[in-house]
């Protein structure tokens, strides 16, 4: 169960994005220590479906009761959850937009995030399912919130934090490639310093 679950949220191609440059420094750490399989979601070029009223409701009926049209709706996101379920880390890769996540990586937590498979309410509270993996967090920014009072305007690290620990992934490691709109020096510097932090995690 040393699978990798990757998730890259740029609208960029590959050549011109700075997370998916770091994802696959990422991916290529990760393969020199594990055998595992890969299984990569670039979703700029295949988003998932938002959620709508047939989705919603094909989530929240027990299983036993779906229709037909319920089960067919549910079976990406049976999908999705079943890639986690078998893999024991989680790269997401993301850009800050306009201080938040890109819309087609909401999509896609959209569709793991889903109650009785991976979180259940308890007497205790919402208890997270998937705690059989961990997960890191690569984000690249124009500008540079890893300090207040700026940090109190990234909307990327502590949303993705909170919701992967309510889904049960708490071991998160968060990695920043800061200031990209400040010019090739800076640039550079930030690629470089992202890229020694992603090989210190391993
Ligand atoms: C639509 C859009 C919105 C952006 N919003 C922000 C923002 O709110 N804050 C910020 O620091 N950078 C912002 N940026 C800059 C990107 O975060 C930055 O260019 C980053 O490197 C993009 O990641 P990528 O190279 O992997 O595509 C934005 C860029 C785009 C295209």
Redesign the pocket.
């Known amino acids: 169960m040393t699978n990798l679950v990757r998730v890259d949220a ?3 191609p590959a050549a ?5 440059q770091l994802a696959d420094v990422f991916q290529t750490a990760w393969q020199a220590k594990n055998q595992g399989k890969v299984v990569v979601h670039t979703l700029a070029d295949a988003p998932f479906k938002h959620l709508d009223g047939m989705l919603i409701g094909a989530m929240y009926t027990p299983a036993d009761q779906r229709t037909a049209q319920q089960k067919i709706a549910l079976e990406t996101s049976d999908q999705l959850i079943a890639e986690l379920k078998a893999a024991s880390h989680l790269l997401i ?1 993301t ?5 938040g996540i890109p819309s087609t990586l909401k999509s896609y937590l959209d569709q793991i995030a889903r109650v009785g498979e991976t979180f259940v309410y308890t007497e205790d509270g919402p208890k997270g399912l998937l705690s059989g993996c961990s997960a890191t967090i690569i984000m ?4 540079d ?1 890893t300090q207040p009072p700026l940090s109190a305007m990234d909307f990327v690290t502590p949303y993705l934090k909170t919701l992967l620990g309510f889904i049960g992934i708490t071991e998160v490691a968060v990695v920043v ?1 800061p200031g ?2 400040k010019g090739e020096e800076a640039v550079a510097a930030a690629m470089q310093q992202a890229k020694v932090s992603i090989n210190k995690l391993f």
Do not use: I, V
């Open positions: 740029s609208a960029l011109m994005s700075h997370s998916k890769t850009p800050m937009y306009n201080f690249s920014s124009g500008g919130y490639a990209l709109g």
